[in-house]
């Protein structure tokens, strides 16, 4: 069973920012393709960010500009920067590792944010 430790949510103010980093086993990180997800209650999950192993990015549209995906290779961790964070930011995180063979996902970790 692959594991994803993600760590890093928590309470935040609208208008503050939070960092999550989410490890991934070095043999699953160097092939993988990384994002990060979130799931609101009632809602789908839906894309956050991804980056490729070359370092390429894709948001989308609702935090484009307010959060950064990035990679740390050496460490096989990916990490979310979240900055200007809104109430509809409020959801459960989720770390994903993708590659031709499987997708591989954390627990997920807690990001409220209030008005």
């Known amino acids: 069973q692959v594991q994803l430790a993600e760590s890093g949510g928590g309470l935040a103010q609208a208008g503050g920012s939070l960092r999550l980093s989410c490890a991934a086993p070095?043999?699953?990180?160097?092939?993988?393709?990384m994002g990060w997800y979130r799931q609101s209650p009632g809602k789908q999950r839906e894309l956050v960010a991804t980056i490729s192993r070359g370092g390429s990015t894709n948001y989308a549209d609702s935090v484009e500009g307010r959060f950064t995906i990035s990679r740390d290779n050496a460490k096989n961790t990916v990490y979310l920067q979240m900055n200007s964070l809104k109430p509809e930011d409020t959801a459960v995180y989720y770390c994903?590792?993708?590659?031709?063979?499987?997708?591989?996902w954390g627990q997920g970790t807690q990001v409220t944010v209030s008005s």
């Open positions: 070095g043999s699953i990180f160097k092939i993988s393709v």
């Open positions: 994903c590792a993708s590659n031709a063979w499987d997708d591989y």
